[in-house]
């Protein structure tokens, strides 16, 4: 078998990316090679520019090019309401609703043990700091819907109410457009004890 | 919605990649933001490396970095069987079977008159004068199992008759490990018609 160094380099940074297995990477690569240069050149330096030129806010922990992040710095959103999400993909996720108008904190991260991740790994404190004083009036714990999001989300009201602030969680329930014949036990059972009613 | 500049350029960047959509381009962009910065420089320049050290290879049309490239230029290979695919990719499934060891002929593409792929568009006349002259004895055509592939194989089948080599196409039929019961009624027609006697 002939390799050709620099394309095995190529598929082999290829696939480290998450979701990217060999036989992708290597697709990935030859597409690339009957590429123009400056479509290969673009994507390069896009990759390179986005690390140097990103970093997180020092106050919400989110991902921005300026400091603090255009949400922080806002005066259209409500500084007494905080969403609380693990990474910056939830916060595209909620804006796109364009429901939501107040701040967030990103904790990088969801407590689980048994992978290391303890409360110290994550933008704990960071959040409770920013909850004391008399700002903040609701922290929505908007974690993700598994035992790890679930975790963190019953730590931080623990850590929270103390604070005295409203904690809320998202609802639980079936997602809209899905079919109810569809639905897994727990997302049933939690519907039904969600029920609301009629107005 | 806030969006950052440098991000959404990588996003882009990746969503023309082929296979991955805008969800997995965010992931992949996030992804790399997490990453330490020589991994995401080694991914940039592996991109960058790999069109500018990666050229075709005069004799054979596959992706080489030395020039002919080490296929064409072995002494290990039988230089009077040339099979003739479509794409460099085919040449690296090929080769990986470790059974064939002549020559290759990459025609970068098959016969597709709807999609305005003609004759000149593939290095078909670099194929006609390898194959003239005393040394090449044998065409496999290994052109994809579709309808441009088989167009095109027909086509050179027409081509290369007149110049006097033998011409074989790969064995069509039910493949291994797979389940007759799966088996589409086109590949099972094949699989009967070329029914071989067990040894």
Known sequence: MHTIEPITRAVEAFATLPGIGPKTAQRLAFYLLRQPADTVRELAEAILNMQAAVHFCSVCGNVTDVEPCNICRSDQRDQSTICVVEDPLAVITLERTRIYKGLYHVLHGALDPLHGVTVEDLKIEELVRRVQGDTV???????????????????????????????????????????????????????????????
């Open 137 to 199: 009036k609701e922290v929505i714990l908007a974690t993700n819907p598994n035992v790890e999001g679930d975790t963190t989300a019953g730590y931080l009201e623990r850590r929270l109410a103390p604070l005295g602030v409203h904690i809320t969680r998202l609802a639980r329930g079936l997602p809209v457009g899905g079919d109810l014949e569809y639905a897994d036990e727990v997302t049933l059972a939690r519907a039904l004890e969600g029920r609301r009613p009629t107005t």
